[in-house]
């Protein structure tokens, strides 16, 4: 546990209340944030890209403590400015410059809002901007992985714990 604990107040600047509600759950709080771990590790994706994602599904789940999770740690943890992540959260997958994460975040919004309409096409394009299967798996992996702390903060009312500057945004 203390790994894992060293591991997030190195990418959140502390350990956040959502561990402290899931902390009522050791065993399989241990076994989610270590597969969390994986996904954002060891696969195709850069953090940065990761975060992105984080940032995405959360606000169109409607899930304020996530999106300002994800914000704090794009911010904070990798050195990415405030403007470029309120321009993220205020103009979605369309403000990035890279095409590649353009494909990445219009893809896991729509595996997010309906995963039974992902087509050929989706996949290919995600290809065309240089995914393999891994980073393709990766990417539908957090999609689901993030909706789950959505739903558990959500759910339990995780008290908000994060900078103010990502709760008073407008636009989550």
Known sequence: MAGIFAWVTEVEGRVPNHFKVELNFPEFFVAKLGATKVLWEMGELTM???QQVGIAI???NGCKYCTAAFCTIWNFGLGTSIGEVQE???AGPSCRE?????????YALKVNQD???ISDADIHALRGVGFGEKGILQITHLVSDFSSYNTLNLALDTE??????????DCI
């Open 48 to 50: 940065s890209e990761v």
């Open 58 to 60: 959360s606000q169109a």
């Open 88 to 90: 993220l959260l205020t």
């Open 98 to 106: 890279s095409e590649r994460e353009k494909a990445m975040l219009n």
């Open 115 to 117: 995963a039974g309409s």
């Open 160 to 169: 908000y714990d994060y900078d103010a500057i990502w709760k008073a945004a």
